[in-house]
């Protein structure tokens, strides 16, 4: 081993020389630095100006309680800006999920609610949505169970539904309408509702006539025993609560003397009465 005598100086470090860059160093650092804010700001200036996405505001449509199909059609046409008949001819083809009964006929079952309605949305999707959400409903087992209480099948529970829709005057009134379509249904008797004969001569309105009675259609509850070939409307759940739990009662008649004020009665008598005031409030029409 080597030893160092204390008369040796320490070893001299040479000062470090700063590094100076050639003119050429100099102008390859300045576009080296150039070309890191270029690539900076392209990266950068997008982020500031590309606009958001935002998904399309669905607009609504409003489906009421009691809208026959060629209502909810016109409904639709109007929401989606098709030509009139659209949908009516879509209708047919919408493959919809329909019990057998309704032999391809959607009515009853484009159930009354809010839909969404966008750019994207045919006739046939909205449709499908309709029936879809009616089978949701009708299928639950609460209705089911009602149905076979009452020696009906859904299908028909959904056409009593329709028929006390357009005839009760006031929801109260839904279950003892309900009861007199079971109390007759269960007699042999016919309806005799004029909402059935309404359907037929597609109108509105509280006036029949002799003449309304004796229509040659399958509608016609005056002429016909039993429910009509299907429903007449689409029918809301209070209406569907109705057909399956009608209030108890032995009422036969109905007649909605004046707003509010229906009347029901088992005596054929005190119907014709009711029937005469209800003629006189309306100006002795009938």
Known sequence: MAHETPDSPPPVTPPRRRTRLTRRGRLTLFLGSLLVLAVAAAVLVPLLTRETKTEETA???????????????????????????????????????????????????????????????????????????????????????????????????????????????????????????????????????????NYALNRSTLDTTTGDTKLDSPYNSYAHKGLPPTPIGNPGEQAMTAAITPTPGPWLYFVTVAPGDTR???????????????????????
């Open 59 to 197: 607009r609504t449509l409003v489906i009421p309680e009691g809208r026959r199909a060629t209502q909810v059609y016109e409904a639709v046409d109007q929401a989606l800006g098709v030509p009139a008949g659209t949908t009516a001819s879509a209708a047919p083809t919408s493959d919809l999920p329909l019990p057998g009964a309704a032999k391809g006929n959607p009515e009853g079952y484009l159930y009354p609610a809010t839909y969404p309605v966008t750019s994207a949305t045919t006739p046939k999707s909205l449709l499908r949505y309709m029936t879809d959400t009616a089978g949701r409903h009708f299928g639950a087992d609460h209705i089911t169970a009602g149905a076979r209480r009452n020696d009906v099948t859904v299908y028909q529970t959904v056409t009593i539904a329709s028929i006390v829709q357009a005839e009760a005057d006031t929801g109260t009134d839904m279950g003892k309408v309900a009861r007199v379509i079971h109390n007759r249904l269960d007699r042999g008797m016919p309806l005799q509702m004029d909402s059935t004969l």
């Open 264 to 286: 029901f009665t088992d005596d054929y008598a005190e119907q014709q009465r009711n029937v005469a005031e209800f003629n006189r409030n309306r100006g002795g029409g009938g």
